[in-house]
């Protein structure tokens, strides 16, 4: 069993940053990727950013360039930091992981067995 708990969210203007983090507890040592994904009111969930146990990292065309996904293995934590934020950025951000992802899928919502309980980003213009 794999627990993730997410916290970083708030509240912040537009141009502002945030950090979010994951932590991560259980059989960690069996996780091939993990991920962040968003929802916003009345939208789908969507993957933002992955990254695989070698280290590749993937982007959501609407993040590339302002934030980037990395993992601090030692603490056992997953980390989003998100730059320039802009208002459409609002959503509730969910960690996700799982033992192992098809390639090529690594931002899809179903390959992802375990998930946090989300932590909310609003962005204000």
């Known amino acids: 069993q794999v627990q993730l708990v997410e916290s970083g969210g708030g509240s912040v203007q537009a141009g502002g940053s945030l950090r979010l983090s994951c932590a991560v507890s259980?059989?960690?040592?069996?996780?091939?990727?993990m991920a962040w994904f968003r929802q916003a009111p009345g939208k789908e969930r969507e993957g933002v950013a992955a990254?695989?146990?070698?280290?590749?990292?993937t982007y959501a065309d609407s993040v590339k360039g302002r934030c980037t996904i990395y993992k601090d293995n030692a603490k056992n934590t997953l980390y989003l930091q998100m730059n320039s934020l802009k208002p459409e950025d609002t959503a509730m951000y969910y960690c996700?992981?799982?033992?192992?992802?098809?390639?090529?899928?690594?931002?899809?919502?179903?390959?992802?067995?375990?998930w946090g309980q989300g932590t909310q980003v609003t962005v204000s213009s």
């Open positions: 996700a992981a799982d033992d192992w992802v098809r390639p090529g899928r690594i931002l899809r919502v179903d390959e992802y067995g375990y």
């Open positions: 990254i695989v146990d070698d280290g590749a990292t």
């Open positions: 259980g059989y960690v040592n069996n996780m091939n990727a």
